[in-house]
């Protein structure tokens, strides 16, 4: 069953903004203060990807997790917003991950 336009997209963000949130709350109660958060958010999306590149497994996860949110994002149906988010829930822990092998 293929959802509406509008309904699908609202659903989609709403759901992307809902699990940024649970990270940024779990980033806030590791580091004092919310600009902290942020750069954790962003050092974990940009150097994490980037440090677990070199990883086959880490880079199988981020390969894995980019199809499945291209899917979420092109197959408007009910369970490919579950696959988005699956997908965008494994991108971020892959970047946690390569960030992990730097320390």
């Known amino acids: 069953m293929k ?44 150097l994490g990807i980037w440090l677990g590149a070199s990883i086959p497994g ?15 994002l092109f197959v408007r149906k009910r369970y490919a917003l579950t696959l988005f988010w699956s997908g965008f829930t494994l991108f971020f822990l892959a970047g946690m991950m390569g960030l992990g092998t730097r320390y």
């Open 58 to 72: 880490i880079f199988l996860c981020v390969m894995t997790s980019s199809c499945m949110m291209g899917y979420g």
């Open 3 to 46: 959802l509406a336009y509008k309904t699908y997209y609202r659903r989609l963000i709403a759901g992307s903004l809902l699990i940024l949130g649970v990270f940024f709350l779990w980033f806030l109660a590791k580091t004092p203060d919310l600009a902290a958060a942020g750069a954790a958010i962003l050092l974990t999306i940009t």
